[in-house]
């Protein structure tokens, strides 16, 4: 799996894009707006897109999905069920950060714990994360040792837990029994800031380490 990440909108989110080499069949995950840019790296890199994901219903990290699906023809998979209320709330959410105005949303495919998706015949499993928001998930490709965490977990930091239905105890839980179980190795991709790795994390975040 190759993968690229592309930092959007002014809270520089980590929209990503995920790749299966051979094939050039491609997701994206987390498209929160500058449609055009991700259209760009899109055809810049020859992809072929078959869906979008979603970790979590907060504008930054959705607000360019109806539109891309829309030119992609593609659907949207993710969150967890649990984010319907954020997602239903898109238009409030754009006229409170200053987004382009957004239509409520519902995915084609509401996802939970266990479930997988797959990008052209990778597959990833799929962890319900909350926390940060109730209805968040992860997506952990297991063959390369990666995992797109969302706002979970970041370099340094975690997930903000006071938005509505935020819920610290239950993020803290969501990274040390869900994430760092996977392995010392792993690199995440955080919704902002940079790569780091869950050992790196369990040794020296402050919020959670050992």
């Known amino acids: ?27 994206v995950v987390d498209p929160g707006g500058d449609v055009e840019e991700i259209l760009a790296a899109i055809a810049a890199r020859g992809l072929r897109v078959e869906k979008i994901l979603l970790t979590h219903g907060h504008i ?21 069920r649990e984010d319907a209320f954020w997602l239903n709330a898109l238009p409030e959410q754009c006229r409170m950060f200053g987004f382009p105005d957004t239509a409520a949303l519902k995915p084609d495919r509401w996802l939970e714990e266990g479930d997988t998706v797959t990008v ?7 962890l319900h994360t909350p926390g940060h ?12 040792r990666l995992a797109i965490v969302g706002d979970v ?46 050992g790196a994390e369990r040794r020296g975040n402050p919020f959670v380490a050992d």
């Open 133 to 144: 928001t109730p209805g968040h998930v992860c997506f952990i490709h297991r063959p390369s």
């Open 1 to 27: 799996m190759e993968y690229a990440i592309l930092p959007v909108t002014p809270f520089e989110q980590n929209c990503s894009l995920l790749w299966e080499p051979e094939s050039r069949r491609a997701a």
């Open 60 to 80: 930054d990290h959705v607000g360019g999905t109806a539109a891309l699906a829309r030119r992609l023809s593609v659907p949207v998979e993710g969150p967890q």
């Open 120 to 126: 052209g015949d990778e597959t990833l499993e799929v």
């Open 153 to 198: 977990l970041f370099a340094g930091s975690i997930g903000r837990t006071d938005f509505p239905r935020g819920d610290h105890a239950a993020l803290i839980r969501s990274i040390r029994a869900k994430l760092f179980p996977l392995g010392d190795d792993y690199v995440f991709i955080p919704g902002h800031g940079p790569l780091s790795t869950f």
